[in-house]
């Protein structure tokens, strides 16, 4: 273990202080770093966890003080983020930006489909016990994603005479999509809540990354001339995107990250 460290450990040093606020307790994760030289705060929205962040010499008596003296800030944060929108038994979800009632279907056969109700409602229609809507929900969602994104891919290189290698599908917070010099792109399943023209900007931006990887102003060229609804989809994401990060979560939905510290 690096010296520095060593000097810095704190072995009985618990992971995380409580503080209350308005007859509300919450939980601060507590990390040192060797080069923070103030105490700040920032809130996680993908798991709805508070941090602090203080100095390597830095005290934990105040840390407490710090974190107690924001409590107002810490409520207010959260209270502020999307609120989690777990999946099950009667719950709203966009797909391809169009709304689904998930309805549990136990006896019948399958795993999820659509349909429609009596009344036009639309279903998302899950089979099998109860405890496994989530993850059959989950699952169909990430298909529907890697066969919407693979089409859009696809059409998007050969209009930019590029080659693609592969694509994947992952659960990313901090970025919808991501591209590498070998030609995989990676993509985040909650794309499909979206509208398609939405996941259809994601595609061109991702693939257009395999001529240019950078955002120059060649680069917004490259995918403007390929995604005619560029600026809509940017302005919709820059709207919306922080909503679909709470569909399937119980605990926590991501947005961006607040932060708070000490001036």
Same mark, same amino acid.
């Given at each position: 273990?690096?010296?520095?460290?060593?000097?810095?450990?704190?072995?009985?040093?618990?992971?995380?202080?409580?503080?209350?606020?308005?007859?509300?307790?919450?939980?601060?994760?507590?990390?040192?770093?060797?080069?923070?030289?103030?105490?700040?705060?920032?809130?996680?929205?993908?798991?709805?966890?508070?941090?602090?962040?203080?100095?390597?010499?830095?005290?934990?008596?105040?840390?407490?003080?710090?974190?107690?003296?924001?409590?107002?800030?810490?409520?207010?944060?959260?209270?502020?983020?999307?609120?989690?929108?777990?999946?099950?038994?009667?719950?709203?979800?966009?797909?391809?930006?169009?709304?689904?009632?998930?309805?549990?279907?136990?006896?019948?056969?399958?795993?999820?489909?659509?349909?429609?109700?009596?009344?036009?409602?639309?279903? +998302?229609?899950?089979?099998?016990?109860?405890?496994?809507? !989530?993850?059959? @929900?989950? =699952? %169909? *969602?990430?298909?529907?994603?890697? /066969?919407?994104?693979?089409?859009?891919?696809?059409?998007?290189?050969?209009?930019?005479?590029?080659?693609?290698?592969?694509?994947?599908?992952?659960?990313?917070?901090?970025?919808?999509?991501?591209?590498?010099?070998?030609?995989? +792109?990676?993509?985040?399943?909650?794309?499909?809540?979206? !509208?398609?023209? @939405?996941? =259809? %900007? *994601?595609?061109?931006?991702?693939? /257009?990354?395999?001529?240019?990887?950078?955002?120059?102003?060649?680069?917004?060229?490259?995918?403007?001339?390929?995604?005619?609804?560029?600026?809509?989809?940017?302005?919709?994401?820059?709207?919306?995107?922080?909503?679909?990060?709470?569909?399937?979560?119980?605990?926590?939905?991501?947005?961006?990250?607040?932060?708070?510290?000490?001036?």
């Amino acid at each position: 273990m690096p010296l520095r460290a060593l000097l810095y450990r704190r072995p009985s040093e618990p992971p995380a202080i409580t503080i209350a606020f308005d007859r509300e307790v919450y939980l601060v994760r507590v990390r040192r770093h060797r080069a923070a030289r103030r105490y700040t705060l920032r809130i996680h929205s993908v798991t709805r966890e508070v941090v602090l962040t203080m100095p390597p010499r830095g005290s934990l008596k105040q840390a407490s003080a710090f974190a107690q003296k924001h409590g107002a800030w810490i409520a207010a944060r959260l209270e502020r983020l999307p609120k989690a929108a777990p999946f099950t038994h009667g719950a709203v979800l966009p797909l391809r930006g169009i709304d689904h009632r998930i309805a549990h279907r136990r006896e019948q056969r399958g795993t999820v489909w659509r349909e429609a109700a009596s009344d036009g409602e639309n279903l +998302l229609c899950v089979a099998g016990a109860e405890p496994h809507i !989530p993850r059959r @929900v989950r =699952d %169909y *969602l990430k298909r529907e994603a890697k /066969a919407d994104l693979e089409v859009a891919s696809r059409l998007a290189a050969q209009a930019l005479g590029v080659a693609i290698k592969r694509v994947s599908i992952r659960d990313q917070s901090s970025r919808w999509g991501s591209c590498s010099t070998t030609g995989v +792109l990676s993509y985040s399943w909650r794309l499909i809540l979206a !509208p398609p023209f @939405v996941l =259809d %900007y *994601l595609a061109a931006h991702e693939v /257009a990354h395999l001529i240019e990887m950078n955002h120059s102003r060649k680069f917004w060229r490259l995918v403007e001339r390929i995604c005619p609804n560029m600026t809509r989809a940017k302005i919709w994401l820059d709207a919306h995107g922080t909503e679909l990060h709470r569909y399937g979560m119980r605990d926590g939905v991501p947005s961006r990250t607040d932060r708070r510290r000490d001036d």
